[in-house]
């Protein structure tokens, strides 16, 4: 093995924003703080536990993968695991659905610099007004996740990535990532799942309009059992609740699976 091949990246903790006003922010998750302040979010989950398929964290290690707002983070943090929030590290990242008359298919760099400005840093700023909120000790970082795979394996003992596997255009590559670092177990919260034994992906839209332009996939569950198998882990399937709160008709409350996947011992 040559020596390129052999380097090991380790993650680059980002260093804490001490600047991160909540009127520079955008909120992901409704938060309620120790101080009383709260602040609403796109959505409001009222069940963590429940929400992770009530996995036990207590003493574990946590990578919270697209941790937005933090709300996993920080919740995972409270029943006692050591946590590390991830996060995209620019918006050369994202990758929309194409259509002929977006922004993001004429203009990449146009679209990129208003997704920075308009969600990508305020998100980053509502972890860190969390973070100084909860007198937080979790570190975070930002990195592309096809980075994950150059990271040491199994450096944690549990990856959540809860609601993020819809946005992503290669779901397959990042499962296997998150998979790859985790000693114990992938938790996949929230995730729409195909009720199907065969191995498909479908579009989560009919891909017929244009302003949805940031959601990909639908996996099945057959899919995600083999995907998982093949990666020496055994699956099983819980449901999750959370309130969506920009819905046209107001605050939905949304039902969907939680995943659990649990390395298997000999694996």
């Not at 001490?18 to 009383?36: E, I």
């Not at 979790?138 to 990195?143: I, P, Q, R």
């Amino acid at each position: 093995m040559s020596a390129e091949a052999s380097v090991i990246i380790e993650p680059r903790f980002e260093a804490p924003w001490h600047d991160a006003l909540n009127s520079r922010c955008y909120w992901y998750h409704s938060m309620q703080f120790p101080d009383g302040e709260a602040v609403q979010g796109s959505w409001q989950i009222d069940d963590f536990l429940q929400y992770i398929g009530s996995y036990n964290l207590q003493g574990k290690t946590v990578l919270d993968v697209g941790t937005a707002s933090g709300f996993l983070a920080f919740n995972a943090e409270k029943h006692g695991a050591q946590v590390t929030g991830l996060d995209a590290a620019s918006t050369v990242e994202f990758r929309h659905m194409p259509f002929a008359s977006t922004l993001s298919y004429r203009d990449i760099k146009q679209s990129r610099a208003i997704w920075e400005r308009e969600n990508l840093i305020p998100i980053k700023n509502s972890w860190w007004y969390a973070w100084h909120k909860f007198n937080s000790k979790a570190k975070c970082v930002y990195a592309p996740i096809a980075e994950l795979y150059e990271w040491p394996e199994q450096t944690f003992d549990v990856v959540m990535a809860g609601a993020i596997v819809e946005h992503l255009s290669d779901p397959v590559y990042s499962i296997g990532a998150w998979a790859r670092l985790a000693k114990e177990a992938v938790l996949i919260p929230f995730t729409d799942v195909l009720p199907l034994d065969e191995l498909v992906i479908h579009p989560i839209t009919n891909l017929d309009d244009p302003n949805v332009f940031y959601v990909w996939w639908h996996l099945s569950r057959g899919l995600y059992i083999k995907i998982f198998d093949n990666l020496g882990f055994d699956v099983s399937f819980a449901e999750a609740y959370a309130i969506h709160n920009d819905d046209i008709a107001g605050s939905t409350l949304a039902k969907r699976p939680s995943i659990i996947a649990t390395r298997r011992r000999n694996a």
